[in-house]
């Protein structure tokens, strides 16, 4: 079993800059496919960005320019370094991961052909 727990979240002023990690319990875990999700009070979930098995790096039109992607692979963490964050990204973000027969979709906004695996999420609020 597979867990993903993120870490990171808090608030911060508009402007401001805020990095989440995603880390992935199980030893040796290789997920093909791995993305960030975000949902808003009274919103539907939506991508951020995912990334494949190639390195390979996907992102939602809303905060590509802004948001990097980047994957430590003995720690086994995806980390998402957040820039000039708005208001509009107030939000909690997940992580969440398929397993290794799956792909990437990329979108605009990006996902995973398979989630089988989610993190609890961790709060960003953007004031």
């Known amino acids: 079993h597979v867990q993903l727990v993120e870490s990171g979240g808090g608030s911060v002023q508009a402007g401001g800059s805020l990095t989440l990690s995603c880390e992935a319990s199980?030893?040796?875990?290789?997920?093909?496919?791995i993305a960030w999700f975000r949902q808003a009070p009274g919103k539907e979930r939506e991508g951020v960005a995912s990334?494949?098995?190639?390195?390979?790096?996907y992102y939602a039109n809303s905060v590509k320019g802004r948001f990097i992607v980047s994957r430590d692979v003995v720690r086994q963490t995806l980390n998402l370094q957040m820039n000039d964050l708005r208001p509009d990204d107030t939000a909690i973000y997940y992580c969440?991961?398929?397993?290794?027969?799956?792909?990437?979709?990329?979108?605009?906004?990006?996902?995973?052909?398979?989630?089988?695996?989610w993190g609890k999420g961790t709060q960003v609020t953007v004031s």
């Open positions: 199980a030893d040796r875990y290789r997920a093909n496919c």
């Open positions: 990334i494949d098995g190639g390195g390979h790096l």
């Open positions: 969440a991961a398929g397993g290794k027969d799956s792909f990437v979709y990329p979108g605009p906004p990006p996902t995973c052909s398979t989630l089988d695996y």
